[in-house]
């Protein structure tokens, strides 16, 4: 009745409601951690040279927890907040390829895939093929599907026990770098991502 628990599909399971959600957010934010999250991700943007995130799954989409703008005059505006879809951005794609089997199937049967590009999957077996390549490489890609003229990169930040409960992006206009260049720095991205997940047990 206060919002912290919802009830999941079978009946007997709960899942955190949309207060605990926001409680959980905040608590992410709290200065301490937030400063040096930020900090680490600021090397990394300055590293790449193009914009780095964090962001966070809720029930209906990943949110944007924090970001390091590129020095580059031409930008793409996804301030902290923002709400971006599962199935057409990195972020998402690694959120779902971390599922089980029968909840990505759950998600597959129930989701609306809105096109947003000529490169957005909307065909649930090609997304779900992209969802297995992702699994394989531990890596999710978006080559122009949320955003014409855009690519991304992710990576999964874990907590105990290997739990997925972030991720770590870039991307960049395809003025300045095509997928490919982007793959290049999976390295960096694991290695921010690894940093950030030993901020969650300090």
Request: proline share 4%.
């Amino acid at each position: 009745a206060e919002g912290f628990l919802m009830r999941e599909l079978d009946g007997r399971s709960y899942t955190p409601g949309r207060r605990l959600r926001r409680l959980s957010t905040n608590v992410l934010s709290s200065l301490r951690i937030r400063t040096a999250r930020l900090a680490v991700l600021g090397r990394l943007a300055e590293t790449i040279g193009e914009t780095c995130n964090i962001a966070v799954p809720d029930r209906e989409a990943m949110v944007y927890l924090d970001r390091v703008e590129t020095k580059w005059p031409l930008r793409i505006q996804l301030p902290v907040g923002t709400q971006v879809p599962f199935h057409c951005t990195a972020s998402g794609k690694m959120y779902l390829a971390t599922l089980n089997d029968a909840h990505l199937e759950s998600y597959l049967r129930a989701a609306t895939l809105e096109r947003r590009t000529e490169r957005t999957l909307t065909d649930v077996d090609a997304l779900r093929d992209e969802i297995r390549r992702t699994r394989e490489r531990e890596m999710a890609e978006d080559a122009e599907e949320f955003m014409e003229g855009m690519i991304a990169a992710a990576v999964p930040i874990r907590a105990d026990q290997g739990r997925m409960v972030s991720t770590v992006s870039f991307h960049a206009p395809t003025l300045r770098m095509s997928m490919t260049q982007a793959r290049r720095h999976e390295p960096l991205l694991r290695a921010a991502a690894q940093e950030l997940s030993s901020l969650l047990v300090a």
